[in-house]
């Protein structure tokens, strides 16, 4: 392990990992440290784009809307990237690289998305990643399984995702393993820490302690 030394910026981690692995759960652990700024992820803004729940519209009807909304969420993405902090830690619920790596490849993949709308996604996201503002010092990955994430969706219950099956939740953890754990898609924009997320809410605690001393110690671990 070697202590990260670019000073200019935040330290910043990005935590990663399928929809219901814990996310916001994790972020809520680091909400009380002085040190840290946590940013959720603003699905708030995606269910009131101009008055309108672009995110119910996504799950409503995606060839019409995942452009529109890959869109939106990117942008709402580059926005968190860039938030200037008044701490040295910054810990952010998902990246502009899952948006791009996850999400977009999955709909193309699928035929929900055509490629041309990549294409012209991937024009902002090149020219995004490679801002100062877009670099990363640490991936935190959740790492569960379809089964696991699939219950905790149901259990959740939000409104929109009432249409998500179990096989849209596998494709997306396939993707994530893809890219964070055998590493044979896409590359990662810092090393990656990978955290045993199906793990209940008593045992999980440890993980995040786990982690936290990482993050607190701004550790880059090799990868
Ligand atoms: P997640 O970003 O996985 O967030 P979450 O709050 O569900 O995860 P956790 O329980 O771990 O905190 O997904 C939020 C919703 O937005 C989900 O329905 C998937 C959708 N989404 C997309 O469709 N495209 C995207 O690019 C992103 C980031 C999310
Ligand atoms: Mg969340």
């Keep these: 392990m070697s202590y990260s030394k670019d000073m200019d910026r935040p330290y910043t981690v990005v935590v990663e990992g399928n929809i219901g692995s814990g996310k916001s759960t994790f972020l809520n652990h680091f909400q009380e440290n002085p040190s840290i700024s946590v ?11 101009g008055g309108t729940n672009l995110f119910a519209l996504l799950y409503e009807d995606p060839k019409r809307w995942s452009f529109t909304f890959q869109s939106y969420v990117l942008l709402t993405m580059i926005r968190q990237h860039s938030l200037q902090t008044n701490t040295s830690i910054k810990v952010m619920e998902r990246s502009i690289y899952s948006v791009r790596y996850c999400f977009v490849d ?3 993949s699928e035929g929900i998305m055509p490629s041309l709308s990549v294409e012209v ?7 995004v990643k490679n801002k100062p503002e877009a670099k990363v010092d640490l991936v935190i990955y959740l790492r569960t399984s379809p089964d696991v994430v699939y219950e905790r969706m149901l ?4 409104d929109e995702e009432k249409t998500v099956s179990l096989e849209y939740l596998t494709k997306l953890h396939d ?3 893809k890219w964070l754990y055998y590493k044979s898609a896409y590359s990662c924009p810092a090393p990656i820490l990978i955290v ?7 045992s999980i605690v440890d993980e995040y302690i786990k982690s936290e001393s990482v993050i607190m110690n701004k550790l880059s671990i090799s990868s």
């Design 175 to 177: 993707v994530h393993e």
């Design 106 to 108: 999955n709909m193309q």
């Design 39 to 49: 940013l959720s992820e603003p699905v708030e803004l995606w269910r009131n784009c």
């Design 121 to 127: 996604l991937d024009e902002y996201f090149n020219w």
């Design 155 to 158: 259990q959740r219950n939000r």
């Design 196 to 202: 045993d997320a199906n793990l209940d809410k008593t």
